[in-house]
C-alpha cells in the first residue's frame, strides 16, 4: 500500500498550482472512504506543504478539513466562502 502514497506523491508533484487545488476541490463533500483516499489526501497534504502553501483554513493538526472548496490567494489556500 505504500506504493499508492508514493503514487500519488509523484503524480501531486507534476501538477501546476491549479490543477492540485482541483485535485483538492474535487474531494470536497465525497462521502467515500477507504486506503486509497487516505493516500491520495496524505500526499495532497505534503504537497501543499512542499510547496509553502498556508493551509491552516483546511488542515487542524493531521487532519483535512473538506468541507468547503478552495481558491488558492498567493500562497495562502482560502475557503470560497470566506
Known sequence: MENYLKNFEKRFSNLADYELIQSFNHEVHQINWGDFRQ????????????????TSSIIEG????????????????????S
Open 39 to 54: 493516500y491520495y489526501l496524505e500526499a495532497l497534504k505534503k504537497e501543499f506543504y512542499k510547496r509553502g502553501f498556508d
Open 62 to 81: 493531521s487532519t483535512i478539513i473538506l468541507s468547503e472548496k478552495v481558491y488558492l490567494d498567493g500562497k495562502t489556500i482560502r475557503t470560497i466562502g
